[in-house]
């Protein structure tokens, strides 16, 4: 996978030979509305993602990788619950 560049997805993607035919923000409400919700209408994701950002934080820090910035997993489920 690549990153597409923001406000240039139709000209970087034409280079690449390829269409564009939906735009889906990662995170936004119809992607959250679509992949991280379940037929009884809960919402699953925030737990498990906070769970892996502190485990990469762990193993950056562990690295000596980490710029000093601390995860705190309790904040990350509040802004994606």
Do not use: N
């Given at each position: 996978m690549?990153?597409?560049?923001?406000?240039?997805?139709?000209e970087?993607?034409?280079?690449?030979?390829?269409e564009?035919?939906?735009?889906?923000?990662?995170?936004?409400?119809?992607?959250?509305?679509?992949?991280?919700?379940?037929?009884?209408?809960?919402?699953?994701?925030?737990?498990a993602?906070?769970?892996?950002?502190?485990?990469?934080?762990?193993?950056?820090?562990?690295?000596?990788?980490?710029?000093?910035?601390?995860?705190?997993a309790?904040?990350?489920r509040?802004?994606?619950?």
């Amino acid at each position: 996978m690549f990153g597409v560049p923001v406000d240039g997805e139709l000209e970087f993607l034409r280079e690449c030979g390829l269409e564009l035919r939906e735009l889906l923000s990662v995170g936004g409400e119809e992607s959250v509305k679509r992949y991280l919700t379940k037929a009884d209408g809960a919402q699953v994701g925030a737990d498990a993602i906070a769970a892996a950002m502190a485990r990469m934080a762990a193993r950056a820090r562990a690295a000596g990788q980490w710029p000093g910035q601390r995860i705190d997993a309790a904040r990350a489920r509040e802004q994606h619950p």
